[in-house]
């Protein structure tokens, strides 16, 4: 690698020597490589045109032929053939052509044609170097260490296909969201970050000092108050997209920093509001995806609606055979969890013991979208009282 970096030096400096500015301010582009295929994806193999281009992205291969030469470009839309011949750019600027590197950023001004085997390509007639890569990107088969991909996600989106796929499939998922709410009359806000004491969830915070009040403050950990207090002041649908921060464990499946969507919405219960969930997910995955059938654990599940609603303790009973409800004598609640290799903790209340039974033995087994309701209330901060059962709570995962 430092072998390496020194020989990109090296090429600035000799770059310089010769008056060529590496790191240009601007490049004025007519193209994206998806705007090309949408124009000229029909072009039969072996197509010259006269139609002129300005197209500009990373150089992600480089393949030398003699008198010619081929690149790939590619912009934040896909990627671009270049057909580099030496007999258009001269004898000079095709060699300066092939001193690039893997990672360059190149603008080129070209035309449009099809290769005999059909690949759309720009003919090079010019070219710029927009900036000059000091490191060499990864192999392009991509990044496979899971420690590399996410503590350089920059370089794992530059060779991965996969990563820049779901990084796209999330930002329309969320756009979509976004989208939904806004046309059911929902207000989105942006509540504070900073807060005296956490609050609206169960997790360890970050903690902070604002020094101008001389106070320790705590970076959120949910965003269920304000927007609650936002119902107070009279706002009937409030919704954020916040991001929120929990003091607690990290894997390549949970990061301390995240992002929340909470809404709320006045005059309606918690049917109302799995009805509102289960369309909004199906919705996301249509316009993500264009379908809602998604693949899990190399199986397709439909995320269309209606989804199955299930109570935890019917659940429980359906994977288990046994009955279990918070009214239950906590001995016989211990006794259930042991015979089902449950471990629980002494202090635990009924509540908690039979969330611990779903959790340890239904749970893993669930597939599908599917609703989960009417939880133990001793589990259940900040949630209605069931109005069937004073031991459970009007809350659905």
Request: contains cysteine; aromatic residues 8%; neutral net charge.
């Amino acid at each position: 690698m430092t072998d390496e970096r020194a020989q990109r030096l090296a090429k600035i400096e000799a770059l310089r020597a010769r008056g060529i500015d590496v790191y240009p301010v601007r490049f004025d582009r007519t193209h994206t490589a998806a705007d090309l295929r949408d124009r000229y994806g029909a072009l039969p193999p072996g197509t010259e045109t006269d139609d002129e281009v300005r197209v500009a992205g990373r150089v992600l291969l480089l393949r030398r032929q003699g008198r010619l030469s081929f690149a790939n470009i590619r912009d934040g839309t896909g990627t671009v053939q270049l057909f580099v011949s030496r007999a258009d750019l001269g004898p000079d600027r095709h060699a300066a052509f092939d001193e690039l590197d893997l990672g360059d950023w190149l603008g080129v001004t070209g035309t449009v044609m099809t290769t005999r085997r059909g690949e759309l390509s720009v003919r090079v007639r010019d070219f710029s170097l927009l900036a000059k890569a000091l490191r060499p990107l990864p192999k392009w088969h991509g990044l496979t260490d899971p420690e590399t991909r996410y503590r350089q996600r920059y370089a794992d989106l530059a060779v991965n296909e996969r990563a820049r796929r779901v990084f796209e499939i999330r930002w329309a998922a969320v756009r979509s969201l976004r989208e939904q709410l806004h046309a059911a009359g929902f207000v989105e806000v942006e509540g504070p970050v900073l807060h005296e004491q956490a609050g609206g969830a169960a997790a360890r915070p970050f903690v902070t000092h604002h020094r101008a009040l001389d106070v320790h403050l705590v970076l959120r950990i949910a965003l269920e108050l304000h927007l609650k207090r936002l119902l107070v002041a009279g706002y009937e649908k409030v919704f954020e997209i916040g991001r929120v921060f929990r003091n607690e464990g990290i894997s390549t499946r949970h990061n301390p920093e995240f992002t929340m969507l909470e809404l709320y919405e006045a005059f309606v219960d918690y049917h109302a509001m799995m009805d509102r969930t289960e369309r909004l997910v199906a919705q996301a995955a249509r316009d993500a995806t264009g379908s809602t059938v998604v693949e899990l654990d190399g199986e397709p599940v439909d995320l269309a609606p209606p989804w199955p609603r299930v109570t935890m303790r019917d659940a429980i009973r359906e994977h288990t055979g046994r009955d279990v409800h918070p009214s239950f004598p906590p001995a016989r609640l211990r006794e259930t969890a042991a015979e089902l290799g449950v471990d629980v903790a002494p202090q635990w209340g009924p509540g908690a013991v039979m969330l611990e039974i779903y959790e340890k033995t239904v749970e893993p087994r669930l597939r599908g979208p599917v609703f989960v309701c009417d939880y133990p209330a001793e589990v259940s901060p900040l949630a209605r009282r069931h109005r069937a059962d004073p031991h459970l709570v009007e809350r659905f995962e």
